[in-house]
């Protein structure tokens, strides 16, 4: 049976690991420590507001992981072509996602999966909610309204060639009050690719609530390991003993 | 020295870097001298068949792979899309040749309803005949899969390994000295690379040649 997956998303501010809260970097947090032997995936993710001066640190952490971890690597962060994935394929990633350029030139979508094929295309997708009641998709780090809805926005990207979601909520970044599933259901829901939801996780629970309330096939922290001393050994443990299938 | 071929297509930093912390010497290379001075090869590769098998051609690396799997009789190990290229031919957007060696059309996995595609994620391996690619790893250890398609292989007795994803279908198979795994080793931590480790540490003539069919040319003649 496949398993559902345990995702951790590093973030990096002019090449240096950091947490987020609400998508703006916090220099609070300066360690880290992945127990990559247990995490199922790792995404990095450049959140660089001017990346040029410090894209090559970023890319050096690429690899650098790339050589020492032996799980599927996704990398992300300023991606506008197909010559920034063929760099970041090049540094070792299995995976790139875009996110603003996507929804600035949709057909990057179709282009790169045509060459690199729908598995290497994660369209990491930015959200928020709206007076409306609903939600939209931001860009440009969660500053810009795209006016999109999120679940037209994914179907699209499916349909473009897009093989996976990355599902962020603005809102819940780093707040640890557990994911947005209304909105990580609405994305699941709208697509038959598999979904990712990040945002929010602030204990194990909400895990299994991500994989329950949100339909989500894999659910991804940035922050929660760098405040607590559990592992993602006792995540899977306590996921394992309410019934979910995970590695 | 192991040569991992380079066609230009997906992620092969990572199998070299599974290769040389396994302690071998591997170079990623696609010319054809230097795969020759290979003691085995790698064939990696995600994204499409047609594109690859392209690729394959334009760089001159379906006759140098001909000459040094058919003639020489090095081993072979293809991952993920690099396995699908050892099957005769492929059916993603269209109908394409592959290289030939196992009698197995490449088909789109149907999961039925509910069951994601990509099917993406730690799944089975099942161990449905022996190989010397499982010497160490348990029953049912988990793999990292990332693909929609998958070998439909025609004789059962070249399937060593399944997985299920809404019903089983094959994710090892071996003939001769040609192994594929449809799975990523070089993604799948431990057993991966104890897999992996099986590839590079075998010793053909003693054990798989001698255990298994050997290789014939594919019925319907050479791309």
């Known amino acids: ?43 990095l993710l450049d959140v660089t ?47 790139v996602a875009i996110n603003t350029g996507a929804v600035e030139r949709p057909e990057l979508i179709a282009e790169a999966s045509r060459r690199y094929g729908a598995q290497c295309v994660v369209l990491s997708l930015d959200a928020a909610p709206h007076g409306d009641g ?24 499916e349909a473009l060639g897009a093989g996976e979601i990355l599902v962020q909520s603005v809102e819940r970044d780093g707040t640890l009050e557990g994911y947005d599933n209304r909105l990580h259901r609405l994305v699941s829901d709208a697509v038959s690719i598999p979904v990712l939801g990040c945002g929010g996780a602030g204990n194990w629970a ?30 899977k443990a306590f996921l394992k003993a309410r019934g979910h299938a995970v590695r | 020295m192991i040569a991992v071929v380079d066609y ?25 001298g230097e795969l020759a ?6 064939l990696p590769g995600v994204g499409a068949f047609g594109e690859a098998m392209e690729r394959l051609r334009a760089f001159g690396l379906v006759t140098a792979l001909r000459r040094l799997v058919e003639d020489e009789e090095k081993p072979i190990l293809g991952i993920c899309l690099g396995m699908q290229l050892l099957c005769e031919e492929s059916l993603e957007f269209g109908r394409h040749e592959g290289l030939g060696w ?43 899969h990332v693909h929609s398609y998958y070998p439909d292989c025609r004789d059962p007795a070249l399937v060593v390994g399944e997985s299920d994803y ?49 290789l014939s040319a594919p019925p319907g003649g050479r791309a």
Request: contains cysteine; aromatic residues 10%; glycine residues 10%.
């Open chain 1, 49 to 95: 507001r001017d990346p040029a001066p410090c894209r090559p640190h970023f890319q050096a952490a690429v690899s650098w992981f790339a050589e020492r971890c032996f799980v599927p690597l996704t990398v992300g962060g300023g991606v506008r072509s197909l010559a920034d994935f063929e760099k970041l394929l090049g540094l070792g990633a299995d995976k």
């Open chain 2, 37 to 42: 001075l290979a003691d085995k090869l790698i």
């Open chain 1, 134 to 157: 609903g939600y939209r998709v931001r860009t440009r780090f969660g500053t810009r309204d795209s006016g999109m809805d999120p679940a037209a926005w994914a179907a699209r990207a």
């Open chain 2, 102 to 144: 196992i009698p197995a059309t490449v088909r789109r996995l149907e999961p039925g309803p509910g069951l994601r595609l990509p099917h993406v994620g730690w799944n089975e391996l099942f161990q449905t005949a022996p190989s010397p690619l499982f010497a160490g790893i348990p029953e049912d250890a988990l793999f990292y």
């Open chain 2, 8 to 32: 230009g297509l997906g992620n092969v930093r990572s199998v070299v870097s599974a290769v040389s912390r396994l302690g071998h010497a591997a170079v990623l290379t696609r010319d054809p």
């Open chain 1, 206 to 235: 909400h895990f299994a609530e991500g994989f329950e309330e949100g339909g989500l096939s894999a659910v991804c922290t940035t922050n929660i390991y760098h405040f607590t001393e559990a592992s993602v050994k006792s995540a």
């Open chain 1, 1 to 43: 049976m496949l398993r559902k997956r345990l995702v951790t998303v590093l973030t990096f501010n002019q090449g240096v690991l950091f947490r987020t809260r609400n998508f703006i970097p916090d220099h609070r947090y300066t360690a880290n420590f992945v127990d990559a032997w247990s995490v199922d995936e790792i995404v």
């Open chain 2, 166 to 214: 809404g019903g089983r279908f094959p994710t090892c198979l071996q003939k001769g000295h040609v192994f594929g795994v449809q799975f990523h080793p070089e993604k799948s931590q431990r057993h991966g690379l104890t897999l992996l480790g099986n590839f590079l540490a075998l010793d053909l003539p003693d054990t798989a040649a001698a255990a298994v069919p050997a």
